[in-house]
Every structure is written in C-alpha cells, then in structure tokens.
C-alpha cells in the first residue's frame, strides 16, 4: 500500500446486520472500512495481511449496523420540553408559537447541540433538521445548526422551513411569527447557495421545507417546489398528520392535503414529508406511484393523538419511508432508538396487527429507508463495499440484552443498546456511549440555561 493510501480500521467477530437488499446478516463477521468509506464486509474474520490498520476492534458480544438516519426534528424544541403535555397539535401550537417566536441564535445553537449530541450518542450518523421559527433579528439561526452539526461530527440535512400564513390569512400560527412570502423565498434560495454540498461525501445538504398547509400560503409551497428543482434540491413538508389539518384543507382549498401537495407540486421522488397519518387509498398510492417518501414519527403521533401511520400500506404501495424523532417538544426523549420500537409496537395496534412489521423492517425504516427519504441510498443507509463508513457497534452483552436470542430483536424490542463506537465517514463521534466530539455535561449545562433564559423572556 502507498504511504499515501487512507488508514484502515477492522471491525471483527460481531454479528452483523447489512441492511443490504437482501438483508444479508452475519452471525459473526467483520467490516474493513478504508478511509471514510466501507471497504469489505463479510462473514468470519477480516481477510489476513491487510496493510495499514491502525485500529482493530474486537466486537465480541456486538451488532454492527448502518448507523441511524433522522428525518425529521425540529431542535429548537430542545428547549421547549414538556409543555402542553395534555394537548392535540393545534391546541399545543396555538400554546407554543408565543415562547418559540422569542428564540434566538444562541439558543438555537445550545439546543441543536443538545438534540444532536442526545441522537449522535443512540447510534444516529445522519440528522436533519426542519427549522421555520425566524424571528425577526434573531441572528443566523440555519448557521447556528449548521455550525453544531460540524462540531459534533454528525452528517446532516438542513431544512429551511418557512411560515407566511399567519392568523390574519387564516393560518394558524399568529401573525408575529410567520415572515413574508419574499423574505422566506429569498432567505431560502440564500440557505441553499451558501450551504448545499452536492458530493457524495457531502456532510450537509440543504432542502427547501416550509411548514405545513396551515401555516404557509399556496404562493409559498408552489414557489418553493419551483426554487427547489431549479436549484436540484429535496423538499421537506408536513403532510397528513391530523384530522384537523385534513379539515383545514377541505375547508380551505377544496381539498384533502394530497390532492392539494399534487396541485402546488410537492408529489415527487424528490419530497418527502413527516407523518402521512391521515391517508386514503388514493393517497397512498399517488406517493407510491410518485415515489414521494415519508418520516414516519410515531412516538410525536402518539403524543399529540394523531393516529396510526399506515405503514405496512405505504411500503406495499412502494412508498420510501424513513424514520422520525420529530421536535423534541412532542417527544421529549430525542432518541431514534425509540422509533425503531415504536414504529414496530404502534403498527401492531393499526390495521395489520401481527403482520404489521417485523423487528428487520423496522431497522429498515431506521436505516436504509431514511437514507432514500433523504435522497441518499447511494452513498449510506447500509453497509456495503463503497458506501459512506457511517456505522454503529451495538453492545448487546450487557444486562439488558445478553438473553436476547436474536441480535436484531435485541436492538428493536430491547432498551436503548449502549453504543460501543459510532463511525460517521470513517470517524469515531461516539466511543463507549460518550461523545468524543463535544462535552456532554457542557452541552446539557448550556441547554439548561438557554431553556431558563427563552422561559424568562417569553413570560415578559
Ligand atoms: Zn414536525
């Protein structure tokens, strides 16, 4: 090997789970990962003389997946936890808008850290993040996000949301927190030039994401499709999630909120949007046949008493659908892991009961599916030759997991597995379930006092 030759890390003598397309698992096997790619990945040890390994691991009582990829979140929310813990979603918008319309740079920043730091150490490798609250001379709020997604390690997807419905239009949130159609076009487009990173081992891309049918105007959703093909990139909604939103749309538009994302634009392979609770049969199948992703984000529909996502009839319908932690102020814990159990207990209680998923789809959906929501199923989402090494060792030896028979059902069903090492591009962000990028007890301290101070300031 060439002195120049990127280093080689082995990984040897643990199951592995590929989430390959046809889910080829491993009862003991090993991935070489090269660089910031995956080199091989295989049954039995590592193949012999292989040059230039400056680290060797032995996962003896280990998992190694893809790592976890989030589709949806909203960090802001950080700070925001555990209000309205009783309420529907509009109710708990209509309570929230007032505090979330005082944030500012510096706490966007903590409480980005503290919702990437809390999902980088459960085994996630690529975040996003939909961010619509812009306060006017509230600082750079998308840079704020950005700026910690680089500090922690962590590949990431920034959404720049966008409100310009307000009360006095007949949207939802109140006129003080929605900007100007033309503000919101203009700072978008800006977001992208300045941000968006193409390449295959990009770390950041940005997608054009205003909020939802209830808070944007139809001049908005059609003009933001339009910005985002000529600009070639992905676009982020909310769609579907209540029965009030469905409401809202008939009354409004004459329409269910499909029919309605189809006449501004927003079916395609190129969109993807959070919820799809409430779904007919035709909806389901114009995202199938347009092959428009979904987020699914059960833990937030549960606690807002949305509903049960039609999962199983979405991935039948060959719908791409990825995983959702959502704001962390409709799910407090922040962790994807949840979602991998949650999707797989909250289907069971849906339409399909046993036959609703299966602990392997679930880790699809958390993985591979997330990687095709967020338009990147060439490069991660599963452990093959030539991908992105973004990777998680699982520990399943300890107390909450070594009975488990099955490795996969362990990860799924069981608690929250701690995370021996988390690769994102070949690069550890996690080791023995601490972040080797940032201070845990710096970023909880800092997200604590930001919470007080947005608290002390709404109040006035
Ligand atoms: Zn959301």
């Not at 209000?83 to 529907?88: G, I, P, Q, V, Y």
């Not at 500012?104 to 990437?116: I, T």
């Not at 944007?216 to 600009?231: D, I, N, P």
């Not at 995370?419 to 080797?436: A, H, I, K, M, Q």
Request: proline share 4%.
């Amino acid at each position: 090997m060439a002195d120049s030759a990127p280093a080689r890390v082995v990984i040897e003598n643990c199951a592995v789970a590929t989430v390959d397309a046809e889910d080829t698992e491993h009862a003991s096997g090993h991935v070489v990962v090269q660089g910031s790619r995956i080199e091989s990945v295989g049954p039995g040890r590592a193949p012999a003389g292989l040059e230039g390994v400056t680290r060797r691991i032995d996962g003896t009582g280990h998992l190694v997946t893809p790592g976890l990829i989030n589709t949806h979140h909203h960090f802001y929310q950080w700070l925001t936890r555990g209000l309205a813990t009783d309420s529907n979603l509009f109710d708990w918008l209509v309570a929230l808008y007032p505090t979330w319309s005082r944030i500012d740079e510096r706490m966007v920043y903590a409480a980005a850290r503290g919702s990437l730091g809390m999902m980088a150490r459960g085994g996630v490798t690529s975040a996003m993040d939909h961010h619509y609250v812009f306060p006017r001379g509230s600082g750079d709020l998308l840079g704020a996000e950005i700026r910690a997604a680089r500090e922690l390690g962590v590949r990431f997807t920034a959404a720049r949301g966008s409100m310009d419905r307000g009360e006095s239009d007949g949207g939802l949130p109140p006129d003080f927190a929605v900007e100007s159609t033309e503000d919101a076009l203009r700072a978008t487009e800006e977001a992208v030039d300045t941000h968006h990173d193409p390449s295959f081992d990009s770390m950041l891309r940005v997608a054009v994401a205003p909020c939802s049918p209830f808070s944007v105007s139809t001049e908005l959703m059609r003009e933001g499709a339009q910005l985002a093909r000529r600009k070639g990139v992905r676009l982020h909604t909310h769609g579907s999630e209540t029965a009030e939103e469905e409401k809202f749309c008939h009354e409004l538009f004459g329409m269910g909120p499909t029919d309605y994302f189809e006449s501004t634009g927003w079916l395609g392979e190129d969109v993807w949007m959070a919820h799809c609770v409430h779904m007919t049969d035709a909806d389901i199948e114009a995202f199938g046949r347009t092959r428009t992703g979904a987020a699914h984000c059960p833990s937030s529909n549960a606690r807002l008493a949305a509903g049960i996502a039609r999962v199983p009839d979405m991935l039948a319908a060959g719908v791409p659908v990825g995983l959702g932690v959502d704001g962390t102020a409709s799910n407090e814990s922040g962790e994807l892991h949840t979602e991998l159990r949650n999707a797989l207990l909250i289907n069971r209680l849906g339409g399909h009961r046993e036959n609703a998923l299966n602990v392997r789809q679930a880790l699809r959906l958390g993985t591979h599916g997330g990687a095709q929501v967020l338009g990147r199923a060439d490069e991660t989402g599963s452990l093959e030759p030539g991908k992105l090494a973004d990777l998680v060792l699982w520990k399943l030896d300890g107390i909450g997991h070594s009975s488990i028979a099955d490795p996969v059902a362990a990860l799924v069903l069981g608690a929250a597995a701690p995370v021996t090492l988390s690769l994102v591009g070949g690069r550890p962000v996690v080791e023995d379930g601490r972040l080797v990028t940032a201070d845990e007890d710096e970023i909880a301290r800092d997200a604590r006092d930001e919470a007080r101070r947005l608290a002390r300031i709404a109040a006035h």
